[in-house]
Every structure is written in structure tokens, then in C-alpha cells.
């Protein structure tokens, strides 16, 4: 079952703007991580957060947590055409071993 | 080091039919889950194999079964195959178990049940 819900469900900006996600959770959690999928293909491990982290960065990546809120958000700074993609969360509940994923954010970046 | 691979990467199978799909995870990673994702229900947990042993399970019928080899490289099955069936069958591999840690996603085999 589904786990993480995010928002917006489609986004569409042109090269060079920043793009953000959310991702709302309903349980507590140990980890949250976020994921690339290109069409059709495996998805790509981008970043994970533990539940005592606010914040991450990893390149042009930010990832924030609220653990508070459960909510998470990933801002990709300067965007390129190459970011286009569906990015998922995944959320790993306290007690439980298996991810749960959202349905994902439908990312189209413009040249 | 080789990625996760999968085969076959496409399949075309009949109502009834059963099917098996593979899974050879990065060398040195133990554990290996299996996830379904379709347009409608998007990425879902299949099961978790780690040393041989299956450590968790999703919500799926009991037509859906895999198992795991002494090299870690994994199978799964289908049984008696329905239309919704369909889907993007995705295999990641992870050096432990217990979903703490990133997994890495293989390709993917892309079921077709007709």
C-alpha cells in the first residue's frame, strides 16, 4: 500500500528554474528517500533522510524533512532538460522493513 | 561494479499462463525486493529475500511467489496469470536488509498478460 502522496502530481518549467516537490507521509518514520525514474526504466536512488535530519543537500539537491508535518520536500536548483522525470518518495515505516512509495511527481523541464 | 539486471526485459503471456522473471542483484548485495508498479497502483512491495530467506511480504495473492539462490540472484513467479498482471516488474538489490539503506533498481521486465 502506499505510503507517501506527492504534490504536485505533474510540473512542467523551463531550463535553468528550480523545481519543487513535496511528499506527505501518514505514519511515522525511519528514513524517507527520494527517487528518479526516467520513462519506462529503473529508478535511481537520489538521496535518503533520516527521521533526526532537517535538511540534506546532494549536488543541485535539497531535501528537507518534517517529521512533524510528514512532510517531506526535494528542491532541484537549475534545471536542466536531463531532470525531466518522475521522482518519487519512499518512506520506510517505524516497524515495518519494507518501502512504501508514493505515486510520484511527473517533472518536464523545457530547454 | 555491474548494475542490477533483469530478464527478460519484455514478455508477452496469456491469461492462465504462469511466468517467471529474473533478478541478478550487484555482486556482494544480499538482499533483493521485488516491486510491481502499474499506472493505477504504482510502485507496490512485492517481497524482500535476504541469504535465501524471504524477510517480508506485501499485500499480493498467493500466485505471486519468488525465492532466492545461494548466489543471491532471485526469482520470482507468477502463477495462473491475470490482465491485471500487466506491469513494470522491478527488482532492486541492497547490501543489508531492513530498508534502511538506498536500493538499487534494475531495468525492469515489462509484462504483458493478453
Known amino acids: 500500500s502506499q505510503q507517501g502522496e506527492e504534490d504536485p502530481q505533474a510540473l512542467s518549467i523551463q531550463e535553468g528554474e528550480n523545481a519543487t516537490m513535496n511528499c506527505s507521509y501518514k505514519t511515522s518514520i525511519n528514513n524517507l528517500q527520494w527517487y528518479r525514474q526516467n520513462s519506462g526504466r529503473g529508478l535511481v536512488h537520489l538521496i535518503l533522510?533520516?527521521?533526526?535530519?532537517r535538511e540534506k543537500h546532494s549536488g543541485r539537491l535539497r531535501v528537507t524533512l518534517d517529521t512533524s508535518k510528514k512532510s517531506s520536500s526535494l528542491l532541484i536548483t537549475a534545471s536542466r532538460a536531463a531532470d525531466t522525470a518522475s521522482y518519487f518518495c519512499?518512506?520506510?515505516?517505524?516497524?515495518?522493513?519494507?518501502?512504501?512509495f508514493g505515486a510520484g511527481t511527473r517533472l518536464t523541464v523545457k530547454p | 561494479k555491474a548494475g542490477v539486471t533483469q530478464t527478460p526485459r519484455y514478455l508477452i503471456k496469456t491469461r492462465g499462463q504462469q511466468v517467471t522473471l529474473s533478478c541478478s542483484p550487484i555482486s556482494g548485495h544480499r538482499s533483493v525486493s521485488w516491486y510491481q508498479q502499474t499506472p493505477g497502483q504504482g510502485l507496490q512491495f512485492l517481497f524482500e529475500y535476504f541469504s535465501e530467506t524471504q524477510r517480508n511480504k506485501g499485500n499480493f495473492p498467493g500466485r505471486f511467489s519468488g525465492r532466492q539462490f545461494s548466489n543471491s540472484r532471485s526469482e520470482m513467479n507468477v502463477s495462473t496469470l491475470e490482465l491485471g498482471d500487466s506491469a513494470l516488474y522491478l527488482c532492486?538489490?541492497?547490501?543489508?536488509?531492513?530498508?534502511?539503506?538506498?536500493?538499487?533498481f534494475g531495468p525492469g521486465t515489462r509484462l504483458t498478460v493478453t
Open positions: 519512499a518512506t520506510l515505516p517505524t516497524g515495518n522493513n519494507d518501502m512504501r
Open positions: 533522510i533520516r527521521s533526526n535530519e
Open positions: 532492486a538489490s541492497s547490501p543489508v536488509t531492513g530498508g534502511g539503506y538506498e536500493q538499487y
